[in-house]
């Protein structure tokens, strides 16, 4: 691939939207909050009980998402943070990752938050998800800032669940403003114990608060995610990588991959 073709091709697939605008119609069906929660310092937790048998059929891989709407609110795409519920292994959970600063997030404070019992109005999921079920015995590269955490969470689950799919190893590089941010640090705490390489990049690195920090916990130096996979440096040979969170991230992180050599066929995104 040439370097224009190149340039191109991360951009298109870094800025790649759903083929079905969120306009566009779609079955909604009201679902019980389960359980609200906060999950570091900048999100919002939540578990919706899903008891639709063409909705949990919907939702076949990690990493794929739906529309949620609340009260008066307009439908927004949302990630599924929790993995398919597969051959009765699983909850009838469809767990979702808020941030507090998004307009949802807003909306949402703007109205009291979300409470246990409310209803939310969901759509059946979408989108192609991550191959997860294709990286047995490979490396696999997992990238995302911010919220995009919530749908490589999932892929992790599902390695779990179905450990004959697993990876022969896993690197996350995972991106936040601030170290406060990080959502699922108990789970991610559990992953790189299970052998997992976890590099943190914090795009405001505050020395005083890392000091309160256990040892290990943050990848010192490391301000976006791009540098973290650079003093990684893992081998890229065989490797699949999964991206999610911001475009511009995104962008960057594929076409730095295209130029390492990485085949497009082994980058993926959700959508």
């Known amino acids: 691939m040439k370097q224009d073709a190149l340039t191109d091709y991360a951009h298109r697939l870094a800025y ?6 969120i306009g566009a119609k779609r079955v909604r069906e009201p679902f019980r909050v389960e359980r609200v929660w906060d999950e570091g310092a900048r999100y919002i937790g939540l578990s919706v009980a899903i008891d639709d048998g063409d909705f949990l059929a919907s939702h076949v891989r990690p990493g794929q998402y739906t529309t949620f709407q609340y009260g008066e609110m307009k439908p927004r795409f949302l990630a599924i943070a929790s993995a398919p519920k597969i051959e009765g292994v699983g909850e009838s959970c469809w767990d979702f990752l808020i941030d507090r600063d998004s307009g949802l997030g807003a909306q949402l404070s703007e109205v009291n938050g979300l409470k246990v019992g409310r209803k939310i109005l969901l759509s059946p999921a979408e989108g192609a998800g991550f191959p997860a079920e294709g ?8 990238f995302c800032t911010g919220a995009g955490i919530a749908s490589l969470r999932p892929v992790m689950q599902y390695w779990h669940a179905h450990p004959e799919a697993a990876p022969a190893n896993v690197a996350l590089y995972y991106g936040e403003s601030d170290l406060r941010d990080f959502a699922y640090g108990g789970e991610i705490a559990k992953w790189r114990a299970g052998g997992v390489r976890v590099q943190r ?20 130096g490391h301000r976006y995610v791009q540098h973290a996979f650079e003093a990684d440096a893992p081998s890229l040979k065989g490797a ?28 993926y995104i959700n959508v």
């Open 16 to 21: 790649t939207r759903p083929a079905r605008g």
């Open 240 to 267: 699949m990588v999964f991206v999610s969170g911001s475009p511009i991230m995104m962008e960057i992180i594929i076409e730095k991959m295209l130029r390492l050599g990485v085949s497009s066929d082994s980058i």
């Open 135 to 142: 990286a047995a015995q490979r490396s696999v590269l997992l």
């Open 201 to 220: 990049a914090v795009e405001n690195f505050d020395e005083a608060q890392a000091a309160t920090l256990p040892p290990n916990w943050i990848s010192p």
